[in-house]
């Protein structure tokens, strides 16, 4: 019995000095201490050490319980005092478009309509006569002189070679590239925007594009594509990204995601939205057989690359003058985007009765719901087809969403409240273009611009994003997809002018970094997987330059990613660690 009870008491000992790892389960793939860990679980509580098995998060807490999981093949990383955050998870991005956007040659960093047309003049030097020169993504109302270039301006330097500025929902031409497409006098497509003397003033609307003759181009091949895709995700693991929302694309686009995950090359981890496959003028019937034959629906997928929202596309653009406003656009606008008419509120591209059919084929298939929408009339149009649809079928817990939005009022969103709809926005937005919009539409209406703290205190789900589309660099791309400058916009409520509007609708750092993790994992019905550093989520995590929780508001933009995990491997690394 005496020897039974000695054999015990050795046993419990040797489990104690060995760090209680009595089942090889608890022996971690590695291990990261002596840091702060802002977890951004339920209490947003703060740990020193992460323990990581298997891709996954083991356990968090204090360095002496953590180093309990290592072991002899365990790898530790002193973190050195260092803040680690989950892995930023970007709401709304455009990778592959981005990704293939500076292939050719890199596209200046533009700001003042010199510098503009400087460009201009410069590529017509190495252009050949009647060679296009075209801006894949530009906004001009983001110009220092908050102007568009005149249409003399544009053929002053470019006389004999075709000019297009691409807006996407709006954009400017020179007059050579009227008369490279054809397209002469009387100019009586309502997308060709004139003065009061019936002359063009350069802008176009995106029904107008299609009458451009483009040069035809090249496609790129498979694997020059996935070659350009894999640079562009490894650059959003540069500032910590680890999970993207891709913002519109089809079947393909899964295709060219899914090739990256065969390959071992893909790392973040993806929530693609599927452009509607039918037109929103179809029956319902017929929208049902369309997703129907799609053969997929959201959430489908894997733990790498899913399914994500149904998406459509309301309205034009906020800075090309084409946003559907509740409110015509006003007299500022004329200067701008060449509008005239007194009663323009902007384009919409579909009715109330047409979305309804679209979000009720969605909800009965399994789809999440989601649509483009840059101003406040689209948004009330979006709003009244949700409220229609929930009559008839519940949606609180679809979790649909509007992407952008822009101006919520205080009645939309009480609306969005009670129909548990999300708001996927994009600070850069404010960041750039609200020093513009209050010259054109005036304080009153931005007042409801971009209000983050009345939707956080009405317990909206605000998804932090980007809309990044052009240009590689994180900062200076179109648009800024750097998700710390992000944090730092709806922190200071500054803007990129250094102005500040309606600062009580600020939010603070804790909001902010939710934004950017937890609540787009809420968004693709992974906050069960992903968005904090909890045990069994996965082990996608950044390690910062900077204490985010500490470091002074006006550093937080600056802030550097040391190191970033995507499933418990480094795929980003500077070497200070």
Same mark, same amino acid.
Request: aromatic fraction near 10%; proline fraction near 4%.
């Given at each position: 019995?005496?020897?039974?009870?000695?054999?015990?008491?050795?046993?419990?000992?040797?489990?104690?000095?060995?760090?209680?790892?009595?089942?090889?389960?608890?022996?971690?793939?590695?291990?990261?201490?002596?840091?702060?860990?802002?977890?951004?679980?339920?209490?947003?509580?703060?740990?020193?050490?992460?323990?990581?098995?298997?891709?996954?998060?083991?356990?968090?807490?204090?360095?002496?319980?953590?180093?309990?999981?290592?072991?002899?093949?365990?790898?530790?990383?002193?973190?050195?005092?260092?803040?680690?955050?989950?892995?930023?998870?970007?709401?709304? !991005?455009?990778?592959?478009?981005?990704?293939?956007?500076?292939?050719?040659?890199?596209?200046?960093?533009?700001?003042?309509?010199?510098?503009?047309?400087?460009?201009?003049?410069?590529?017509?030097?190495?252009?050949?006569?009647?060679?296009?020169?075209?801006?894949?993504?530009?906004?001009?109302?983001?110009?220092?002189?908050?102007?568009?270039?005149?249409?003399?301006?544009?053929?002053?330097?470019?006389?004999?070679?075709?000019?297009?500025?691409?807006?996407?929902?709006?954009?400017?031409?020179?007059?050579?590239?009227?008369?490279?497409?054809?397209?002469?006098?009387?100019?009586?497509?309502?997308?060709?925007?004139?003065?009061?003397?019936?002359?063009?003033?350069?802008?176009?609307?995106?029904?107008?594009?299609?009458?451009?003759?483009?040069?035809?181009?090249?496609?790129?091949?498979?694997?020059?594509?996935?070659?350009?895709?894999?640079?562009?995700?490894?650059?959003?693991?540069? !500032?910590?990204?680890?999970?993207?929302?891709?913002?519109?694309?089809?079947?393909?686009?899964?295709?060219?995601?899914?090739?990256?995950?065969?390959?071992?090359?893909?790392?973040?981890?993806?929530?693609?939205?599927?452009?509607?496959?039918?037109?929103?003028?179809?029956?319902?019937?017929?929208?049902?057989?369309?997703?129907?034959?799609?053969?997929?629906?959201?959430?489908?997928?894997?733990?790498?690359?899913?399914?994500?929202?149904?998406?459509?596309?309301?309205?034009?653009?906020?800075?090309?003058?084409?946003?559907?406003?509740?409110?015509?656009?006003?007299?500022?606008?004329?200067?701008?985007?060449?509008?005239?008419?007194?009663?323009?509120?902007?384009?919409?591209?579909?009715?109330?009765?047409?979305?309804?059919?679209?979000?009720?084929?969605?909800?009965?298939?399994?789809?999440?719901?989601?649509?483009?929408?840059?101003?406040?009339?689209? !948004?009330?149009?979006?709003?009244?087809?949700?409220?229609?649809?929930?009559?008839?079928?519940?949606?609180?817990?679809?979790?649909?969403?509007?992407?952008?939005?822009?101006?919520?009022?205080?009645?939309?969103?009480?609306?969005?409240?009670?129909?548990?709809?999300?708001?996927?926005?994009?600070?850069?937005?404010?960041?750039?273009?609200?020093?513009?919009?209050?010259?054109?539409?005036?304080?009153?209406?931005?007042?409801?611009?971009?209000?983050?703290?009345?939707?956080?205190?009405?317990?909206?789900?605000?998804?932090?994003?980007?809309?990044?589309?052009?240009?590689?660099?994180?900062?200076?791309?179109?648009?800024?997809?750097?998700?710390?400058?992000?944090?730092?916009?709806?922190?200071?409520?500054?803007?990129?002018?250094?102005?500040?509007?309606?600062?009580?609708?600020?939010?603070?750092?804790?909001?902010?970094?939710?934004?950017?993790?937890?609540?787009?994992?809420?968004?693709?019905?992974?906050?069960?997987?992903?968005?904090?550093?909890?045990?069994?989520?996965?082990?996608?995590?950044? !390690?910062?330059?900077?204490?985010?929780?500490?470091?002074?508001?006006?550093?937080?933009?600056?802030?550097?990613?040391?190191?970033?995990?995507?499933?418990?491997?480094?795929?980003?690394?500077?070497?200070?660690?």
């Amino acid at each position: 019995m005496c020897t039974h009870i000695i054999r015990f008491l050795a046993i419990i000992y040797l489990l104690i000095i060995t760090g209680c790892k009595s089942t090889n389960k608890d022996v971690a793939d590695t291990i990261l201490v002596n840091g702060k860990i802002i977890t951004v679980d339920q209490v947003f509580s703060i740990q020193e050490a992460l323990a990581v098995k298997n891709g996954r998060i083991l356990a968090a807490g204090s360095n002496d319980m953590i180093n309990t999981y290592s072991g002899s093949s365990t790898a530790k990383i002193d973190l050195h005092g260092h803040t680690v955050i989950p892995g930023i998870i970007e709401g709304h !991005v455009h990778p592959v478009q981005a990704s293939q956007s500076e292939l050719n040659q890199e596209i200046p960093d533009i700001h003042s309509i010199p510098q503009l047309l400087s460009w201009i003049y410069q590529e017509v030097q190495n252009r050949k006569e009647g060679e296009w020169i075209i801006h894949p993504k530009f906004f001009s109302t983001r110009m220092q002189e908050m102007r568009s270039p005149t249409i003399e301006e544009l053929n002053s330097v470019a006389p004999h070679n075709p000019v297009f500025l691409n807006g996407t929902y709006g954009g400017i031409v020179n007059s050579y590239a009227f008369y490279y497409s054809g397209i002469t006098s009387p100019f009586e497509h309502p997308g060709i925007l004139k003065d009061k003397n019936g002359k063009p003033t350069g802008f176009i609307r995106n029904s107008a594009f299609r009458l451009l003759k483009f040069d035809s181009k090249k496609s790129l091949s498979d694997s020059a594509t996935i070659a350009a895709l894999k640079v562009m995700l490894h650059q959003y693991n540069q !500032v910590g990204i680890t999970s993207i929302c891709s913002g519109l694309g089809t079947s393909e686009t899964m295709k060219l995601f899914r090739m990256l995950q065969d390959n071992g090359d893909l790392t973040t981890r993806v929530f693609q939205n599927i452009q509607i496959p039918f037109s929103p003028h179809a029956s319902l019937d017929e929208m049902r057989e369309s997703l129907q034959a799609l053969g997929y629906k959201t959430g489908d997928g894997d733990e790498w690359v899913k399914v994500g929202a149904l998406k459509t596309l309301i309205d034009g653009g906020i800075l090309t003058g084409t946003a559907f406003l509740r409110e015509p656009w006003g007299i500022n606008s004329k200067d701008i985007y060449s509008i005239t008419d007194p009663s323009y509120r902007g384009i919409l591209n579909m009715s109330k009765d047409e979305l309804v059919r679209m979000v009720t084929a969605a909800a009965e298939s399994g789809w999440k719901f989601t649509a483009h929408v840059t101003g406040g009339g689209g !948004v009330d149009t979006l709003l009244a087809a949700y409220q229609t649809v929930n009559r008839s079928i519940p949606i609180h817990e679809k979790r649909f969403s509007i992407i952008h939005g822009n101006f919520f009022t205080p009645g939309s969103i009480q609306i969005m409240k009670e129909l548990g709809v999300y708001a996927d926005m994009q600070p850069a937005w404010y960041y750039k273009d609200t020093d513009l919009l209050n010259r054109v539409l005036g304080q009153e209406r931005i007042r409801t611009f971009h209000p983050y703290r009345s939707l956080f205190e009405e317990g909206i789900i605000v998804n932090g994003g980007s809309d990044h589309m052009v240009k590689l660099d994180s900062y200076t791309s179109i648009n800024p997809y750097n998700p710390f400058l992000g944090m730092w916009t709806v922190i200071t409520r500054e803007t990129e002018r250094g102005t500040q509007f309606f600062p009580e609708q600020a939010i603070n750092r804790e909001q902010a970094l939710r934004m950017y993790t937890i609540n787009n994992a809420l968004a693709s019905f992974e906050e069960d997987r992903k968005g904090s550093l909890e045990p069994g989520k996965y082990a996608d995590l950044a !390690v910062l330059s900077l204490d985010y929780l500490t470091c002074p508001a006006g550093s937080i933009k600056d802030i550097q990613v040391v190191m970033t995990m995507v499933d418990g491997k480094i795929v980003y690394q500077t070497g200070i660690l």
